[in-house]
């Protein structure tokens, strides 16, 4: 067995500190920018009333570090002595690593935003658990389709397969795409909206305070909460003491004796 020459180690050490110093050295420099980057963004963030933007920079704590790092990991990628397909699937990881983090951040940001948002307005498909969910499930699809695409892959095939599949997926999980569309009935029609006080025909009586993907959450006088299917809250008769408008008309029997005087 020959021995490596110290020429041999030498090359292959120098080889190695060029791609890993080019990596360090775009990572610290990137944190050096994030860090006085996330402070200009909270000074700004003082002088709004708004806490979206407060949110915002809560959310970039964490995924600014991993950019930095993947960003070094993808300039060190540039310079390292590899193959010229081993390095491009490499740096088509990391884009793909990249857009994940950002997915993340988007779909939680959009998803608050639009709560804080519907709050303001009073608009109660955004403040709902299913109206984000929904929201957070649009920007992961997006998301994905945009991390198939910087991996290579192409989404015609996938998406044959996903029509083939999805009848499969959707025969094993009819009662969550019937309490989903369900949900997604109750938030158009709204027969029950959040903060309505409901009775259903099972005799439960409370304040709606969420329609989420899967069920409705009823608050019940005693501080108890009641979770129903929003199937079986959509085929059930509800009495909604909130609607037309809060006020409502109260009989009250008053009786007579015979021997009154009219007057």
Same mark, same amino acid.
């Given at each position: %067995? ?52 407060? &949110? ?6 964490? @995924? ?13 990628? +540039?310079?390292? @002595? ?31 935003? #639009? ?30 389709? &945009? ?9 015609? @095939? #996938? ?40 009775? #259903?025909?099972?005799?439960? +009586? ?13 608050? %019940?006088?005693?501080?108890? %909460? ?24 109260? #009989? ?12």
């Amino acid at each position: %067995m020959r021995l490596p020459t110290l020429d041999t180690v030498q090359g292959f050490l120098l080889n190695l500190a060029t791609p890993a110093g080019t990596a360090l050295g775009v990572a610290l420099l990137l944190l050096v920018v994030r860090h006085y980057f996330l402070q200009w963004l909270g000074v700004l963030a003082k002088r709004t009333s708004t806490r979206l933007d407060e &949110f915002l920079i809560e959310s970039l704590q964490a @995924p600014t570090v991993l950019w930095c790092l993947a960003l070094g990991l993808m300039a060190g990628l +540039e310079v390292a @002595p590899l193959p010229r397909r081993l390095a491009m699937w490499g740096t088509s990881l990391v884009a793909a690593l990249l857009i994940l983090s950002v997915t993340i951040v988007l779909a939680n940001v959009l998803a608050h935003g #639009l709560k804080q948002i519907g709050q303001r307005i009073e608009m109660e498909t955004a403040v709902t658990g299913l109206g984000m969910t929904l929201t957070k499930a649009l920007v992961f699809a997006l998301g994905g389709l &945009f991390m198939l695409n910087a991996l290579g892959i192409s989404i015609t @095939p #996938l998406l044959a397969a996903m029509g083939v599949g999805g009848i499969a997926v959707g025969l094993a999980l009819q009662d969550t795409l019937s309490n989903l569309f369900a949900g997604v009935h109750i938030l158009m029609e709204r027969p029950a909206r959040v903060g309505d006080y409901v009775k #259903l025909e099972t005799g439960q +009586e409370g304040y709606v305070t969420d329609v989420g993907w899967r069920t409705t959450r009823i608050r %019940m006088l005693p501080n108890n %909460m009641v979770i129903v299917p929003n199937a079986k809250l959509a085929q059930s008769i509800l009495t909604n003491y909130s609607l037309p408008e809060q006020r409502m008309a109260l #009989l009250i029997p008053v009786s007579v004796s015979y021997a009154s005087d009219p007057e």
